[in-house]
């Protein structure tokens, strides 16, 4: 059983930065693939990004490309997801989540944390 807690969320304005963090109880087989999901209310839920355990990481959202990074500290058991010039769209609870494969479907994640949330005001 993996456990996932995010933090780091928080209110900022737009052109701000935060950086969630998400620190997993272990790494096995199952985070081989560690990635950020985010859902705005009344929305379904996206894939923001992801990264597998070597370090090779995926863009799921056209819309956060450029503007947010994931990262991965295996030995810490942490994944980062930095977040620069955000806008007020991007306000949304943002998940970690762990599972075989970094693709951007929601169900093939076998973990997932409470979520934290981020809202980006104008």
């Known amino acids: 059983q993996v456990q996932l807690v995010e933090s780091g969320g928080g209110s900022v304005q737009a052109g701000g930065s935060l950086t969630l963090s998400c620190a997993a109880s272990?790494?096995?087989?199952?985070?081989?693939?560690m990635a950020w999901f985010s859902q705005a209310p009344g929305k379904e839920r996206q894939g923001v990004a992801g990264?597998?355990?070597?370090?090779?990481?995926?863009y799921f959202a056209d819309s956060k490309k450029g503007r947010f990074t994931i990262s991965r500290d295996n030995d810490k058991k942490m994944v980062y997801l930095q977040m620069n010039n955000l806008k007020p769209e991007d306000t949304a609870m943002y998940y970690c989540?762990?599972?075989?494969?970094?693709?951007?479907?929601?169900?093939?994640?076998?973990?997932w944390g409470q979520g934290t949330q981020v809202t980006v005001s104008s």
């Open positions: 989540a762990a599972g075989p494969a970094c693709i951007g479907d929601s169900t093939t994640y076998g973990y």
């Open positions: 272990q790494f096995t087989s199952s985070t081989t693939c």
């Open positions: 990264i597998y355990s070597w370090g090779t990481t995926t």
